[in-house]
């Protein structure tokens, strides 16, 4: 029989090679035509006599990449659809539909023939997940392959057994943290865990696979025998009532139990290890198509996959413009952000040319990727021969002529007028009339930096986010007089160096660094509230933010929100900022010099890596008993803030697409995740109910809650930011 | 409604609970079975008339297992007519089934009944029963679950308690129970353990360690700080009371209560019922109540049930002349004093769980019988007594003297 994405080819011993390789996409996945597919291939294996046992292997350098999630957002589009006539019947087929892999692979494992996964690459999600459903696993040793269930890191979880066969190949002590974190396992390291039988070369793959069958391999796994026994005991043991309550706490501690994903993994697990295979795996069942339904799912979905991949494949690169050649960069400036722009060029492949005013400045620069490699080699992650090429790439220099021939050169020097215009000066001469210049900033006017340049068509902004090598986000800047080619000079260099973009129009602190002082800012204004600082601290975790605001205060630093407040003040007026906070950074940063995280005191305490709240801020305002705030309310203010801000971004046109807005949230400074992103805050919200909450935060708390007009009017038409400025929609009028 | 009249209570010493205990070798029934033996000798009492004995146990399994009250019923001989029924809501299981034996004397279904509770926990651990708490997420999330123990240190930070403080209230009620014991404020009710051929096994609580002094107590280190690290114990106890930074762990075998067997008996009935079985009452069960606390606190049900049975009551704690807070742990009694602006003359004046030991399902009926014997003792009238319960919860019980 033909298939579209599988090959089948039966040896002479009777052992059927299963050969995934999808026409047209790099990597295999799960989609409905090639489960109908897989499915077809296990039921002939299982009832065709001359069929002794299976091999399923990859045509692709990779094994399976997961499940196509466009297939679950249709799943859940039906569901909706259907949901409001017949909700039971609704439910009943979201149900079946979402477990048809689960019970796929369950019939392949218990078809009576053993099947063992050949492994060419990684293999992640529903991938792993048939994996794991093989009775043997092998994998390419030569192929920098991993394995793992990352669907929780997109809102979902292992829906297709993992959840139940991980914890009975390895003790829940064990397989919880793959399970809840999502981690990735290079072979050698699942090798090691005893997730994989065995690794071998590639060529050696399919062969290693059949001998074990033919060494009379059989087709049952150690959960269908009768003897089995869990791998960490019984659930109601001294330790498996040990691991349960720490895995409960730890996920609590780690999640804020903000991810109904997470939490599904927990529960699924708990109760799967209760009960034999298909009845535990019933249970995975209902708890994914639960989770499917969760709007945290379907905002991480958007937001974190497909939004991510759209926007990181060049959603917003002008089309007509030919791919730019990026034969060499240059970057001016060696300090820690200029030094990082160098490390994650030279790790493209791309060579660079670092430039500071002295041989030693620029020397030290270089060293920043010396280090960054020597870690990677230490950890495995890179070898000396890798390190040594990176290395090469990098030419530190005090001479302005070495951007001689620069495709592309970035600026990331001091963020200070007239430092930037001295080293554009500088570099001047050298540069044709081709080359794009980036400035990297991230409060200064692009259209303003473009005047020190000769043609401000060519020029952009690129905001790369500290530590360069670790955030994956670039806030791209458009000037009033950018140009198409610095656009698309800037996207594929983003591309290149494997980081997201997002593209926004000139503005004070642009998006990111205007929103997240908002953040900083209610941080602040709770503090003088009387709000105790530790509450402060942990509604911020709590609401989903990776740090509370006083601890980000004091890793921006304290003096320089101080600064950017009296650059607020003297450039629009003493009426754009809040005197309260003005006076409360004043105290802090110029009073009583905490500066913040560099100074060794802010709003915190530091002694190495420790770190404690200052008592003394006890002293400038004086906490009122936590009774007297509602924790819900807290958590609440510090999301509003900033997806309020973000609203009022959108209205004045420096963002222009939805995604970009819940992408940058999410990359650029952690916002909440689980919300999707700032924008996917106010449409899980609505629009209604978040217009009256920011009112009621206006009465309450003031004027910087007050909602702006596009919201209200999206509030009264009922109407959401992925409805209203639909980016499918928006593409397709553009186009 | 009748009125539930308390005509006696019996206790076993508390033995400590470990394989070198001396109640090490009795079996849990046995326990129980003796504080059964003992109510019904002294008072003469035919079992023909009692309806019923309900017993407090919080690890019901093994030899605890199945309606240990029915087995202990059979044990000491009782007449085959007497039921028996076991019940669990953990620390204050003992004081329930006082509560629950009173309240079938209070709706006029039964005469004459005994409520008590046994724990043997040197023979079965602690925790021995499993259950979902801990380890279903759906109810380990809600429940903010957490060992007792951090929940104790939580109490402490949240409301101010230092090392040193927790430490001075565990030496007091180690002087107060040395004393009482000295003064023989107990002999009323404690009954020796015996073996088969009537020998002493234990006649006397050998949990207290009446030497200990402030230096001793600071030698110890704080028992749950590693646990509540290494598994995320901190977060939970910080997500439910964000206000807290840190918590600070301040407690430790020396102030927190401490492991040991025991059993307890409290008979009790209506007027009538006594008159019949010629029983003489000493006090009557003026009000009781439960109720669902802070579960990340958990240890603080105290308040909230004492607040709860009082306002029912109509009663105000200057009513009250003494009060019995379990000692489950220093904190807890101190957050109860805090709460009510009391200083420590009336509560727990002959001591408590910190240096005589809580046999979990038990000792809410012995705090009962101390209190009783006290007020006798003093020629008062009215106690309070409460304790608090895992998982969130309180029991109270407001007894006076007829």
Request: aromatic residues 6%; proline residues 4%; neutral net charge.
């Amino acid at each position: 029989m033909a298939y579209q994405n599988f090959t089948v080819e039966t040896d002479k011993d009777g052992i059927a090679l299963v050969t995934w390789d999808m026409k047209g996409r790099a990597m295999n996945v799960f989609d409905l035509k090639a489960m109908e597919e897989l499915a077809a291939i296990v039921e002939d294996i299982a009832t065709n006599d001359s069929i002794k046992g299976a091999v399923v292997t990859s045509g692709k350098d990779s094994f399976c990449a997961g499940a196509d999630l466009t297939m679950l957002e249709d799943m859940l589009g039906a569901f909706t659809k259907q949901a409001a006539k017949k909700p039971e019947a609704a439910m009943q087929m979201l149900f079946d539909e979402s477990r048809k892999l689960s019970l796929l692979l369950r019939r392949m494992e218990t078809c009576g023939k053993p099947v063992v996964a050949a492994l060419t690459g990684t293999a992640l999600g529903g991938g792993f997940e048939l994996a794991l459903a093989c009775h043997y696993r092998v994998a390419a040793s030569d192929s920098n392959g991993k394995v793992g269930l990352p669907e929780v890191k997109v809102g979902l979880f292992p829906g297709a057994g993992g959840t139940q066969r991980l914890t009975r190949m390895l003790a829940p002590i064990d397989a919880l943290p793959l399970l809840l974190q999502g981690t990735e396992l290079a072979f050698s390291k699942a090798k090691a865990m005893g997730i994989i039988n065995e690794t071998v070369p590639a060529a050696d793959l399919v062969a290693t696979a059949k001998k074990w069958i033919v060494g009379g391999g059989e087709g049952v796994q150690p959960w269908d025998r009768e003897k089995f026994k869990l791998p960490g005991g019984p659930v109601f043991s001294p330790n498996g009532m040990q691991t349960f309550a720490a895995a409960n706490a730890l996920y609590r501690k780690e999640t804020f139990d903000l991810y109904p994903g997470i939490r599904a993994v927990m529960s699924a697990v708990y109760e799967g290890l209760l009960m034999p295979m298909d009845i535990a795996l019933r249970i995975e069942s209902r708890y994914f198509a639960h989770v499917l339904r969760t709007p945290q799912a379907a905002a991480m979905i958007r937001s974190l996959f497909i939004s991510m991949q759209a926007l990181s494949k060049g959603a917003r690169r002008p089309a007509k413009v030919p791919a730019t050649k990026l034969g060499r960069i240059g970057i001016i400036g060696a300090g820690f952000m200029g030094a990082g722009i160098a490390y994650v060029s030279a790790r493209a492949g791309i060579p660079v040319v670092l430039i500071d005013r002295d041989q030693a400045s620029a020397d030290r620069g270089k060293a920043h990727t010396e280090d960054l490699m020597t870690k990677a080699v230490q950890r495995g992650k890179a070898t000396e021969e890798a390190k040594g090429k990176v290395l090469s790439l990098i030419t530190a220099s005090d001479d302005y002529s070495a951007l001689k021939g620069c495709d592309l050169v970035i600026e990331a020097v001091f963020e200070d007028r007239g430092v930037k215009a001295e080293a554009m000066a500088k570099a001047a001469p050298y540069l044709s009339a081709d080359t794009i210049i980036a400035s990297n900033t991230s409060t200064l006017p692009i259209t303003s930096l473009a005047e020190n340049v000769a043609d401000p068509e060519k020029f952009i902004g690129i905001h790369f986010f500290s530590p360069v090598d670790k955030m994956m986000l670039v806030e791209v800047i458009m000037g009033k007089k950018t140009g198409d080619r610095a656009l698309a000079a800037a996207l594929d260099f983003i591309r290149a160096i494997r980081k997201t973009p997002i593209v926004v129009n000139d503005g004070r602190g642009f998006y990111t660094s205007r929103t997240v002082m908002t953040y900083i800012r209610e941080g602040h204004m709770m503090l003088l509230e009387g709000v105790p600082p530790a509450m402060i601290e942990n509604a911020g975790r709590m609401a989903g933010m990776p740090v509370g605001p006083l601890s980000l205060n004091d890793e921006v630093a304290v003096d320089l929100a101080w600064k950017i407040l009296q650059a607020t003040k003297k450039d629009m007026g003493a009426k754009a900022i809040d005197p309260r906070q003005e006076a409360l950074l004043e105290e802090m940063a110029v009073k009583r010099g905490r500066a913040g995280r560099k100074a060794g005191k802010g709003f915190y305490d530091y002694d190495g890596r420790k770190k404690q709240l200052w008592p003394g801020l006890a002293e400038i305002v004086e906490p009122k008993p936590a009774e007297s705030f509602d924790i819900e309310e807290l958590k609440q203010r510090l999301l509003v803030a900033q997806a309020l801000e973000t609203a009022r971004i959108f209205e004045e046109g420096i963002l222009t697409d939805v995604r970009e807005a819940d992408v940058g949230s999410i990359l650029g400074f952690g916002f909440a995740p689980w919300a999707g992103g700032t924008l996917s805050y106010i449409d899980m919200m609505g629009t209604d109910k978040f217009v009256k909450t920011a009112k009621k935060f206006q009465k309450k708390y003031g004027e910087r809650f007050k909602p702006n007009a596009l919201l209200v009017d999206m509030a009264a038409k009922g109407d959401r930011f992925y409805v209203r400025f639909n980016p499918e929609k928006t593409r397709k009028k553009a186009a | 409604m009748a009125d539930a009249l308390i005509f006696d209570h019996v206790r076993t010493p508390r033995g400590r609970g470990k394989k070198d205990g001396s109640l090490h070798e009795v079996t849990a029934v046995d326990l129980a079975a003796q504080t059964l033996d003992a109510i019904r000798d002294r008072n003469g009492l035919d079992t023909t008339m009692l309806d019923d004995v309900v017993l407090g146990c919080v690890d019901p399994v093994g030899e605890a297992g199945s309606d240990i009250a029915r087995m202990a019923v059979f044990k000491a001989g009782y007449d085959t007519s007497v039921p028996g029924v076991q019940i669990n809501r953990f620390c204050a299981s003992g004081l329930d089934a006082v509560n629950f034996a009173a309240g079938e004397i209070i709706s006029g279904q039964h005469g004459l009944t005994i409520g008590g509770g046994v724990e043997s926990m040197s023979r079965v651990g602690i925790g021995a029963s499993g259950g979902s708490w801990p380890v279903d997420p759906s109810v380990a999330l809600p429940a903010y679950y957490m060992p007792q123990g951090i929940s104790a240190d939580l109490i402490a930070t949240k409301y101010g308690f230092s090392r040193t403080e927790v430490d001075a209230y565990a030496l007091e009620s180690q002087k107060r129970a040395a004393r009482a014991w000295k003064k023989g404020y107990f002999k009323n009710s404690v009954v020796p353990v015996r073996d088969v051929n009537g020998l002493t096994i234990l006649d006397r609580d050998e949990h207290m360690r009446p030497e200990t002094t402030m230096q001793s107590l600071a030698s110890l280190n704080p028992s749950f700080e590693g646990m509540a690290a290494m598994a995320g114990f901190d977060a939970v106890g910080i997500q439910a009371h964000p206000e807290v930074e840190k918590i600070n762990y301040v407690h430790h075998a020396g102030n927190s209560s401490g492991i040991v067997d025991g059993a307890a008996a409290v008979l009790i009935g209506s007027k009538q019922a006594g008159k019949k079985a010629g029983l003489k009452p000493r006090a009557r069960i003026r009000a009781y109540a439960n109720i669902g606390s802070d579960p990340a606190l958990m240890l603080t049900g105290p308040v909230d049930v004492t607040k709860k049975v009082l306002k029912r009551s109509g009663m105000s704690l200057d009513d009250i002349d003494l009060i019995e807070v379990n000692e489950a742990f220093a904190s807890v009694v101190l957050r109860f004093m805090q709460a009510f602006d009391l200083d420590g003359e009336k509560v727990n004046v002959n001591g408590g769980a910190i240096a005589l030991g809580h046999p979990l399902g038990a000792t809410g009926a012995m705090l009962l019988g101390t209190a009783l014997d006290e007020l006798e003792r003093r020629d008062l009238n009215t106690a309070l007594v409460t304790l608090c319960i895992g998982s969130g919860m309180g029991t109270a019980t407001i007894i006076e003297r007829v």
